[in-house]
């Protein structure tokens, strides 16, 4: 039996090398076809529906990979413009805002290094959105255009937004005196956070167009000092321009710029805000609103460190909770002379007992309209309101309650409630005789001792 087996396993042997011997020259010629076609398809699969990789996996981009020198020696501009290339080029899945190419949460990661760049770092692709640049310094070099920004998230697209839910996180921009931190032109949803931005000769961060730019939790000055630099008086530049709408400015601390947060669009949001750049005695603004008749700001929570806030035509302004040191102020400058829609309470003012008014005018405002200074906590600085109350005491048969140190605005009073307190027999008759030059006068028809408690209101508006 042993023997059958070994003789037909034998035969098939032979018979399959016959085979083999007659069709092998046919046979690899159709495998090696098959072999090519194989790969022709899976390099073309791959082409469809691999991302663009560096080499330490999809979706991050290192810059290192692609060149950059993380010890700032040589100049990295090209290669780390490779990485956001690839990344702004890598493959998308589905939209965000319409046009809006979303990335998956890309990321180029500078690694931890510091790179010298000598040009802005511009976007060269747009449309694209969920991205994230974080990890790293970048120092411009002694050529760096004075009008660049290190970053520059801008294009010339037409589109309606040029990026979105881009995020810029964990960075120190070292601008060399020469341009800008980062700019964010016409996009929607940007994220700026735990940046530290400094040396910059014209604006740190530069929100223009677009909304909803949220600058959180970092810190920016043109130069690096905690407070009383002998160079102060020279301070120039702007830490933040807000020129774009729905924007937020929170938990961030501008230690040393000419002026802290510029705003030239509307419904902004400024809180937990710490501003001690360029003293207002030497001519600093720590918030400078210069939209005259369309402000609708709100700060709030924030800390004003000898610098003060200065607000053109104020149109929906609230200020409150903040605290203003070292006589920092609020300033209304009047342009076409509106005032409307403006709270300003619950704020804490400390200065040197010199006389300087927490709230000042430049200029007459001929429209005021529902106005609100009033509950503010002051020490050492002159009180001013718009709701000043006095206690006047007197035989009569007038009482004058004189307003001018505490109110506002000049000869303005549009309303005044008083209480009358008198012991004597009769019950006399009184009214409001006069309301004029911040002046109320309370007169009755017979000589009585009496005691009157008025408040009057400048700025609000009743139906």
Not at 27 to 42: A, N, P, T, V, Y
């Amino acid at each position: 039996m042993g023997a059958s087996i070994t003789a037909i396993i034998l035969l098939f042997t032979a018979a399959a090398a016959a085979v083999h011997v007659y069709g092998s020259s046919e046979f690899s010629r159709k495998r090696d076809h098959l072999h090519r076609m194989q790969g022709i398809l899976e390099r073309r699969s791959l082409q469809q529906e691999a991302p663009p990789r560096s080499p330490s996996g999809p979706f991050v981009y290192h810059v290192t990979a692609y060149g950059a020198d993380p010890t700032g020696r040589n100049d990295s501009t090209d290669a780390v413009l490779r990485a956001i290339g690839d990344a702004l080029g890598g493959p998308g899945r589905g939209v965000l805002f319409e046009g809006i190419v979303n990335l998956g949460g890309a990321r180029v990661d500078l690694d931890g290094g510091n790179y010298l760049i000598s040009r802005p770092l511009l976007f060269p692709v747009s449309g694209r959105g969920n991205l994230a640049i974080h990890g790293g310094t970048l120092t411009a070099s002694n050529d760096f255009p004075n009008d660049g920004y290190l970053i520059d998230l801008s294009s010339s697209s037409n589109s309606t937004y040029n990026y979105e839910f881009i995020t810029f996180r964990d960075l120190l921009l070292d601008s060399s005196y020469r341009g800008g931190g980062i700019r964010v032109t016409n996009s929607l949803r940007t994220t700026i956070d735990n940046c530290y931005i400094t040396r910059f000769n014209t604006t740190g961060i530069l929100a223009q167009g677009g909304h909803e730019t949220y600058i959180r939790t970092s810190y920016l000055g043109q130069h690096v000092t905690a407070g009383g630099d002998s160079g102060e008086r020279s301070f120039s530049g702007t830490a933040i321009s807000l020129a774009g709408n729905d924007n937020t400015v929170s938990n961030v601390v501008i230690f040393s710029a000419q002026t802290g947060i510029l705003v030239t669009g509307q419904a902004n949001l400024i809180s937990g805000v710490h501003c001690y750049n360029k003293a207002a005695g030497f001519g600093g603004v720590g918030i400078h609103l210069r939209l005259p008749g369309l402000t609708q700001t709100r700060i709030v929570d924030s800390y004003m460190d000898y610098t003060g806030i200065v607000a053109e035509d104020p149109v929906q302004l609230t200020v409150a909770n903040t605290f203003f040191l070292g006589d920092a102020f609020i300033l209304f400058r009047s342009v076409k002379g509106v005032m409307s829609g403006v709270t300003v309470v619950d704020n804490m003012f400390a200065g040197s007992d010199r006389g300087v008014e927490i709230v000042q005018m430049e200029g007459r405002f001929g429209e005021v309209d529902q106005v609100a200074v009033d509950r503010n906590a002051v020490r050492g600085m002159a009180v001013k309101t718009t709701v000043a109350r006095a206690r006047v005491d007197g035989e009569g048969p007038s009482w004058t309650a004189d307003l001018r140190a505490a109110l506002l605005f000049p000869n303005l009073i549009k309303q005044v409630h008083y209480t009358f307190i008198s012991d004597a027999a009769s019950f006399p008759r009184h009214f409001v005789r006069n309301v004029s030059d911040n002046k109320v006068v309370i007169q009755s028809d017979v000589a009585v001792a009496a005691r009157v408690y008025v408040t009057a209101d400048q700025g609000g508006t009743y139906l």
